[in-house]
């Protein structure tokens, strides 16, 4: 079992950054896939990155691509989303999730039915 409390959301202003934190818990030895989803008001929770438990691959979603970095560091047991040049599109409450899957394939990372632990959500407004 994964337990992840996400941090990091706030209120910034178009083309400003923020980084969100996904801190996991829980039993040791867990080897898992992170990914950060996102949804805003009225639509579907979509995934918009992904990485690997090993952090050699990741995966972007056309929107993000280029302005989102994801990354790892496991003995910290922490993943992060560097975002940056927001835009007010990129309004949402942003949730990290795990995956129990040590895969390093995209079609994985990218499969969200494998994602079965989540955080609580952070809010991320971004203001014209």
């Known amino acids: 079992q994964v337990q992840l409390v996400e941090s990091g959301g706030g209120l910034v202003q178009t083309g400003d950054s923020l980084r969100l934190s996904c801190a996991a818990s829980?039993?040791?030895?867990?080897?898992?896939?992170v990914g950060w989803f996102r949804q805003a008001p009225g639509t579907e929770r979509r995934l918009v990155a992904a990485?690997?438990?090993?952090?050699?691959?990741?995966w972007y979603s056309e929107t993000v691509k280029g302005r989102f970095a994801i990354s790892r560091n496991n003995a910290e047991n922490t993943v992060y989303l560097q975002m940056n040049v927001l835009k007010p599109e990129d309004t949402a409450v942003y949730y990290c999730?795990?995956?129990?899957?040590?895969?390093?394939?995209?079609?994985?990372?990218?499969?969200?039915?494998?994602?079965?632990?989540w955080g609580q959500g952070t809010q991320v407004t971004v203001s014209s």
């Open positions: 999730a795990a995956a129990l899957t040590t895969a390093q394939a995209v079609n994985i990372l990218t499969r969200t039915s494998l994602y079965y632990y």
């Open positions: 829980g039993r040791a030895g867990s080897r898992y896939a």
């Open positions: 990485i690997s438990w090993s952090g050699e691959n990741t």
